[in-house]
T-cell receptor, first 112, second 115 residues
């Protein structure tokens, strides 16, 4: 079956530090992979996505590469800002794109 | 494009009453919408899949008689929490599947508090 395992938080970093949030998946077929961000009191926003192996998704300085050989989709940012404080969810969708599977979320707090 | 709205964004109701939450895809048609529930500091839990013109498919453990879902048009799905109790207090999020883009778009969520 399909599932997503995500690095547990919470994560606290100083401003300008390097961020990595690990995400691994189990899937049948060829899933698409996503990172969503949720700011306090808000819904989910798509941060980036990758639809096939070796694709790199990027947005707002965040990057993640779809690694089929390691079944991973780790989120990275070279220099975090206070405004990046949020909860980050890794997710995958199956072949049809309909069914989504979410990781447990990782809370990130960036301190000045 | 690809905007999904939810209404209301927050609601407080008394125990025993019913509450209806609307989910609309504003600029695309969605034959499939999803309803999620999120408890504080937890991930999203899929409650049900809503298909236009047919009955919703509920996940195991979700009471279909308590959480009524109606997907009456290609742009609107509603979730009605019937006879609400304090334990139903949660953040409810919907999403709409955009077939052309092969992607789900999420609404901003509705915070329900049952007193």
């Amino acid at each position: 079956g399909n599932s997503v395992t995500q690095m547990e938080g919470p994560v606290t970093l100083s401003e300008e530090a390097f961020l990595t949030i690990n995400c691994t998946y189990t899937a049948t077929g060829y899933p698409s992979l996503f990172w969503y961000v949720q700011y306090p009191g808000e819904g989910l926003q798509l941060l980036l996505k990758a639809t096939k192996a070796d694709d790199k998704g990027s947005n707002k300085g965040f990057e993640a590469t779809y690694r089929k050989e390691t079944t991973s989709f780790h989120l990275e940012k070279g220099s975090v800002q206070v405004s990046d404080s949020a909860v980050y969810f890794c997710a995958l969708s199956g072949n049809t794109g309909n069914q989504f599977y979410f990781g447990t979320g990782t809370s990130l707090t960036v301190i000045p | 494009g690809a905007v999904v709205s939810q209404h209301p964004s927050w609601v407080i109701c008394k125990s025993g009453t019913s509450v209806k939450i609307e989910c609309r895809s504003l600029d695309f048609q969605a034959t499939t919408m999803f309803w999620y529930r999120q408890f504080p500091k937890q991930s999203l839990m899929l409650m049900a899949t809503s298909n236009e013109g047919s009955k919703a498919t509920y996940e195991q453990g979700v009471e279909k008689d308590k959480f009524l879902i109606n997907h009456a048009s290609l742009t609107l799905s509603t979730l009605t929490v019937t006879s609400a109790h304090p334990e139903d207090s949660s953040f409810y999020i919907c999403s709409s599947y955009h077939r052309g883009l092969y992607e789900q778009y999420f609404g901003p969520g509705t915070r329900l508090t049952v007193t």
